[in-house]
């Protein structure tokens, strides 16, 4: 059975004219994969014996950052994409580097699920956030400071220690 080029070309081209059509669906999706895999290389970067390094008494301590963001995001992409977050065991700050790891990498899998059918036709729905109403567009970018903030934390703590932050690293040629 031979295929139609039109039929083989439309199939290629549908991705990439959904994308256009959703511009900023599409760009909160490259965030959400970006900013999860920094993070979670900047976990796996910290030392297992400097997961509870603050740099002051009144800062969260590295394992407080790892722990917020698993917390955040099943939280904030839930809301995003109109999907409960699953229900998880407790991972604490005190869990460890591995628990903490696998949770973090669990709840942006979920981010990635949550967001997978987003589409910029519902930007202006109202979402409840904090005690508040939010866009939808506007929650999208309080998530995404949000994962940018705690990046900037995570690298400091890692540069204070001795350690390079994954986006400083030379990458390989």
């Not at 992409?77 to 628990?99: H, L, W």
């Not at 790891?101 to 949550?114: H, N, P, S, V, Y």
């Not at 939010?134 to 220690?161: K, P």
């Amino acid at each position: 059975m031979t295929r139609s080029p039109f039929l083989a070309f439309a199939t290629l081209l549908a991705p990439a004219l959904l994308a256009a059509q959703s511009p900023v669906a599409a760009a909160f999706r490259e965030n959400a994969a970006q900013y999860g895999k920094n993070l979670v290389a900047a976990s796996e970067t910290m030392p297992a014996d400097k997961y509870g390094y603050k740099p002051t008494p009144a800062q969260m301590s590295f394992a407080d950052i790892a722990e917020h963001l698993a917390k955040g995001n099943d939280y904030l992409c839930g809301a995003i994409g109109g999907v409960k977050a699953p229900e998880r065991s407790k991972v604490g700050p005190d869990a460890g580097k591995e628990a903490l790891i696998a949770r973090l990498k669990e709840t942006f899998a979920f981010c990635d699920q949550a967001i997978a059918k987003l589409d910029d036709s519902q930007l202006g729905e109202m979402l409840p956030f904090f005690g508040r109403s939010l866009s939808r567009a506007a929650f999208e970018i309080a998530t995404a400071t949000d994962w940018a903030d705690h990046y900037s934390q995570m690298a400091i703590y890692l540069r204070i220690n001795g350690e390079l932050p994954p986006t400083a690293k030379k990458k390989a040629m």
